[in-house]
């Protein structure tokens, strides 16, 4: 059973320029999550998705950010009009019910 | 709000030396508690998990057990290796209301020498 997975795992990205994360749950979750690290800080959670709903973001930051997760297909954490301080790792993670969390790799974002 | 607390790094240990990192927490009612582990260039693993109190978490030789007086949820392990070598993060989810919001600490970097 393969295990979450998430690319690009590195991006770099100029000030101004969109960035697309994705995130493939393990087979059979429906449930994903979204945290941000920033450098030399813990994971701090963003936002809770279940198939085609958002259940929870109150993590997110109001403008630039945007997720989805349609009933076909990965799960997706848009930046827009990125700035320097979105360079973070991003990690998914997802379970079977709101249970334990399954994390993947994370994509590290850099902000030029 | 829920808080995670733990020892700040980096931590070097020799081989087969014990391992503490201590962890304390703030929340209301009764949270649960985990340790995750990332590897360099990984993803976090769950380490170990306790549900309520005095639960005694345990996997690879690592253990922690929940302690609802003092609020913490130190992790210990007798024999450390070279492969031990990684950050550990300190969580918890709150009982109730969002209850799948992961809070960590910064997590504490350990390295082990031959």
């Known amino acids: 059973n393969a295990g979450v997975m998430q690319n690009p795992r590195h991006l770099v990205r100029r000030r101004g320029q969109e960035a697309r994360l994705r995130c493939s749950p393990m087979?059979?979750?429906?449930?994903v999550y979204w945290y941000r690290q920033l450098p030399e800080e813990g994971l701090k959670f963003m936002v809770y998705l279940q198939k085609e709903n958002i259940i929870d973001e109150s993590g997110m930051p109001k403008e630039r950010f945007s997720a989805e997760f349609p009933k076909e297909g990965p799960s997706i954490l848009r930046i827009q009009q990125v700035v320097r301080g979105d360079s973070a790792a991003y990690f998914c993670?997802?379970?079977?019910?709101?249970?334990?969390?399954?994390f993947g790799p994370g994509t590290r974002l850099t902000v030029l | 709000g829920n808080s995670v607390t733990q020892m700040e790094g980096p931590v070097t240990l020799s081989e087969e030396a014990f391992l503490t990192i201590n962890c304390t927490y703030t929340?209301?009612?009764?949270?649960?508690l985990f340790w995750y582990v990332q590897y360099p260039g990984e993803g976090l693993q769950l380490l170990l998990k306790a549900t309520k109190a005095d639960d005694k978490g345990s996997n690879k030789g690592f253990e922690a057990t929940y302690r609802k007086e003092t609020t913490s949820f130190h992790l210990e392990k007798g024999s450390v290796q070279v492969s031990d070598s990684a950050v550990y993060f300190c969580?918890?989810?709150?009982?109730?209301?969002?209850?799948?919001?992961?809070?960590f600490g910064k997590g504490t970097k350990l390295s082990v020498i031959p």
């Open positions: 969580a918890l989810t709150p009982s109730g209301a969002g209850s799948y919001q992961l809070t």
């Open positions: 993670a997802s379970s079977p019910v709101p249970d334990t969390q399954y």
């Open positions: 929340a209301t009612g009764y949270p649960s």
């Open positions: 087979k059979g979750h429906s449930h």
